[in-house]
Each structure stands twice: as C-alpha cells, then as structure tokens.
C-alpha cells in the first residue's frame, strides 16, 4: 500500500477509536423527549431534566452510561419508586384486610344476634310460665347472658365455673321462692348449694349445658379470634419499612430503564421476581404459620354444626334453662325432704305465706328454633375466602410484578434486566428469608431477620395453638393463664359490677387473667355494650412473646 493510502487509513482508525473512547456521538445527542414526558407526569418539575443525554457518571443507582438523568432526578425515581412499592403492599394489604374484617364483623354479628334471640326467648316465655319462679330468677338469668356475652367477647371467665356459679345463685333464690313459709339463713343456703351436686335439683340441664356450651362458646370464640388475629397480622406486617439494598434494587428495576433512555422497556419477569422476593424475603417467612392458622380456622367450622354446634347451642341457652326449671319443679318435694335430712329443719318464717298459697305453676315446653341458614352460608363463603388466601405472603411478589410493576409479559432481548434490554439469565430464587443469601438483585441479610415478623409469627402460633386446642372443645387460654395465677385476681380489669357478682365462695378460679380479646370489633348498642368494655389481653402478653420470638429467632441468626 501506498504511504499517502496507509497514512490515511490510520487517520480514520485513530478518529475511530477516538469516537469509541468520547461514545457514540449519535447516542450522545439522543433526545431526552419521552423521559421528560414520564418525568413530568409525575409531578416532577421539568426544569432540571436534560433535552438529550448527558454523561452518567453521577449516577449512584442505575449503570453509569449515558444517561437522562441528573443526580436529583436519580434521587427522586428512588423515592417514588420506593413509595409506590410500599402503597402497593398497603393496598394488597388492605384488600385482605378487608376480607378478613367482613368476616369477623358477619360472624361476630351472627354469633350475637344467637344470643340474644335466645334472651328474647326467655323473657318472652318464662314469666307467663313460672311467673314468680321467673321474677326471682330474672337477675341470675341476665347475669349469666351477660357472663356468657362477655366469654365469648375474650373475658378472663373460666365457662365451667361460670355456670356452676349460676346455677348455685339460681338454686337459693327458687328454693327460697318454693319456700317462703321457711326462714333460711346464708349458713342453711351455704349446706344447700354443698349438696347440691348430689341433689342434682335441675336434673341434667346443668351437665348438658355445661358439655355443650363450653364446646360451642370456645369454638366460636376462638374462630372469630382466629379473623381478628390474621387481620392483625396482616396490617402489622405490611407497615414494615422497606431497606436501603431493598429500595436501591426498587430503582433500578422501575426507573433506571427511563434514565438510560429506553422507557418503554418493560421489567423481564424472572428480574422483578427476584428483586420482589428479595424485598419481601421477611413477609414470606410468615407463610408456613400463616397457612397453619387458616387451615385450623377452616377445620374448627365443623364444631358449628350439630346438637352440640355453636348454632344449636348458642342460640338454645334458653332451653337448657327452661328444663332445668321444669326439673326442679318435678322434683320439689323430693328435694326439700333431701335438704331437709341433710341440712335440719329450718325455723318457719311468721311473715312467709305457706306453700299451699303458692300457685305450683305448669311446664313449659320450648321447641328448638330451625336453622335459618345464615350460618352455614357465612362458613361456605369464610372457607372459600380463607383458602384462596394461604399463599398470599409468597405470592406478593409475583403478584406485585404482574398488577404493580408493569412486567414485561416474556423474557426476551425487549425487557429490561436491570442493566439494558436484553434476557434476563439468573435463577428466580425461592421464598423466605434463608433462600435470598445469593440473590442477584438484592443484598439481603439473612442473620438479621426483621422482629416486627418475628413477633407476628409467634402471634400465629398462639392462636393456631388456641384453635387447636378450641377444636378438642379446650379453653386453651385459661389454661395457660391458669399455670401462673395467683388466684388473687389482681389484675383484672373486668367491671365493678360483674366482678362483684363473681366473688362467691366459688369465683376465685374464675377470675384468672386470661387472655385473647377480640381485636376489631366495634362497640356494640344496648347488650352488647357491656362486651365492649371486656378486658384487652393482659399486659404481660407482649413481653411473653418477645421473650419467646428472641429464643425461637436466636438459632436462625447463626
């Protein structure tokens, strides 16, 4: 070659290489048009945005190459996109919160509405049937609805011996209206109600409702519980803050496409998952004991059906009652004969009537009301509900990267991997904390899992462990709470008046500082409002699960 043909030659390559080193001048002078477009639709002002790219190397998120993006607007897609993020867990969040919230509000309401027709029954039916059987009574039956309002609602009530209570304060006030020509002192009544047990004076009423109604009060507690504890859970968890490795990779994979001058490049769907499940590792954590909770709330449903169901008997309260009335009006005189040999002569009363002048009044016969059909609709709809919504802590990120962050419908060389268009190659990782040590996209922790997590799993466990123990008709609460009282009942913050009708010589054990109330539920009108001012769980319960999250979390750390 010639010496003027060779010379010219290393001109150009040296111009060459000399372009490669400054850039691509064409890529150098792409306008900047679309990304002011999204920018500024954002609410962002225009006035700092390039019109054409400027070099990138302020960028401290997204590749340094060219770019659209000062080192302000870097700044602020990192806040959006951060924001957006933690509004679309909020309203995932809420939708279910909302569900779970609809639930409890139906049942809650159900179970109440049960209750208080039950009430109505006996009020409507008992006077025109007892007339002053039921006058003498009337306190003790409002004490025990009222009692039962407040079990159900979360009380520190041990059930068994709430009924028992009842039935001895009901015993002296009938015997003494069966027996008004008699004087009969506390010490005469303290004999009757030791042997009551063995007089059996309301025949099997007592031991039916007491099998019975502890069965159907702990499951239908326990079930509405179990609503209020997931909706807990849910909301606590959703405001835990994203980190900074977290929110770098939220950038990278919503906006730095715009700051390299291809908006419409689309995230690849294996690169959203990973950065989502990187995000979100925590919250996934909660998955094993989240489905163990519903899956105990969709099992203990079957305790609502049949004689012994929460329906039958929530609802029929009245009607153990009215037996047990008939009961003790059959067998009268066998029982005073009874009392009397155990218990001695009483002095007769010079201002009582006598018995002859008292009108022995008739039986009353109820019939037990059909089921309207409402219950087993609300458990078809919950059960359905409840499912759908197991694998919804591992599958937010898939579901955020579909309906939230506008994925890109295909892996091919169109989306956008983080770095450029073009395929996304690493593995989509699996769920949970331990599985993100080697996630491409996010730097993650695994020795530091988050205790706002940590304490709402432990929450799970406890009340997958009272449903459990609900499902075998076991107060799991009292139980618990039984092992470490004092029986001092200090305490308990029940009100003034219920407490005072719980001293008796058999309320000790039954004032034990339980245990779970219901969380969301409003305050009801009329009767329900004395279950509104029922006790929140006690205090020392928030220091027992941290202490247990602590020893439960410390091997995972290692």
Not at 102 to 122: M, P, V, Y
Not at 144 to 171: P, Q, S, V
Not at 175 to 184: D, I, K, M, S, V
Not at 198 to 209: H, I, S, T, W, Y
Request: proline share 5%.
């Amino acid at each position: 070659m010639e010496p003027r043909a060779r010379g010219w030659w290393l001109l150009c390559a040296a111009a060459a290489l000399a372009a490669c080193a400054r850039g691509d001048p064409a890529s150098k002078g792409r306008s900047c048009s679309e990304v002011r477009q999204v920018y500024g639709a954002k609410g962002f002002s225009l006035s700092d945005v390039p019109q054409a790219e400027i070099s990138g190397e302020h960028l401290r998120i997204c590749p340094q190459g060219y770019t659209c993006c000062t080192s302000e607007m870097e700044e602020n897609l990192a806040n959006r996109s951060r924001a957006e993020l933690e509004t679309a867990l909020l309203d995932s969040a809420h939708a279910l919160q909302a569900t779970l919230a609809t639930q409890l509000q139906s049942f809650d309401d159900h179970f109440q509405q049960l209750l208080n027709e039950s009430e109505r029954a006996l009020q409507d039916a008992f006077p025109g049937a007892f007339g002053e059987l039921y006058t003498q009574g009337a306190k003790a039956f409002r004490d025990l609805y009222a009692e039962l309002r407040l079990y159900y609602r979360g009380a520190n009530l041990h059930l068994e011996d709430t009924l028992a209570e009842f039935w001895a304060r009901l015993l002296e006030r009938l015997f003494r209206q069966l027996h008004p020509q008699l004087l009969l002192p506390d010490d005469y009544l303290d004999c009757l109600g030791k042997q009551a047990d063995a007089l059996r004076p309301f025949g099997e009423a007592p031991r039916e409702l007491r099998l019975r109604a502890t069965r159907a009060f702990v499951a239908a507690r326990a079930f509405v519980q179990g609503l209020g504890v997931a909706g807990d859970v849910v909301r606590k968890v959703a405001q835990v803050p994203l980190g900074p490795e977290c929110s770098r990779a939220v950038m990278k994979l919503a906006y730095c496409a715009h700051c390299l001058g291809v908006p419409g490049a689309r995230p690849c769907p294996d690169y959203c998952r990973n950065v989502l499940k990187g995000c979100l590792a925590n919250q996934a954590d909660l998955d094993a004991e989240w489905r163990n909770l519903l899956d105990s709330m969709v099992l203990i449903t079957d305790k609502f059906w049949g004689p012994s169901g929460a329906e039958s008997v929530i609802g029929g309260v009245h009607l153990w009652l009215a037996e047990a009335i008939n009961a003790l009006q059959d067998n009268r005189d066998i029982l005073t004969a009874k009392v009397i040999q155990g218990c001695g002569n009483p002095k007769v009363n010079p201002q009582g009537s006598g018995p002859e002048e008292k009108r022995r009044q008739g039986k009353l016969v109820l019939q037990e009301k059909p089921p309207t059909g409402t219950l087993e609709k609300l458990v078809s709809e919950a059960k359905t509900q409840l499912r759908d919504a197991q694998d919804f802590w591992i599958s937010l990120p898939s579901m955020l990267c579909s309906e939230k962050m506008a994925m890109s419908s295909a892996s091919d060389d169109r989306c956008w991997n983080g770095m450029a268009k073009g395929r996304y190659l690493p593995e989509v990782m699996g769920d949970g904390l331990a599985n993100q040590i080697n996630n491409p996209e996010v730097e993650v922790d695994i020795t530091k899992p988050d205790m706002t997590v940590r304490q709402q799993i432990m929450q799970l466990k406890v009340m997958t462990n009272r449903l459990r123990g609900a499902y075998s008709g076991n107060d799991v609460d009292f139980q618990d709470a039984s092992d470490d009282s004092s029986g001092s009942g200090s305490g308990d913050s029940c009100p003034d008046d219920l407490c005072d009708r719980r001293v008796s010589k058999k309320s000790s054990s039954s004032r034990t500082t339980l245990t779970h109330a219901l969380p969301g539920l409003s305050e009801r009108e009329g009767q329900k409002t004395s279950a509104a001012s029922c006790p929140q769980p006690c205090a020392s319960l928030p220091l027992l699960l941290l202490s247990l999250v602590l020893s439960a979390a410390r091997p995972t750390w290692r």
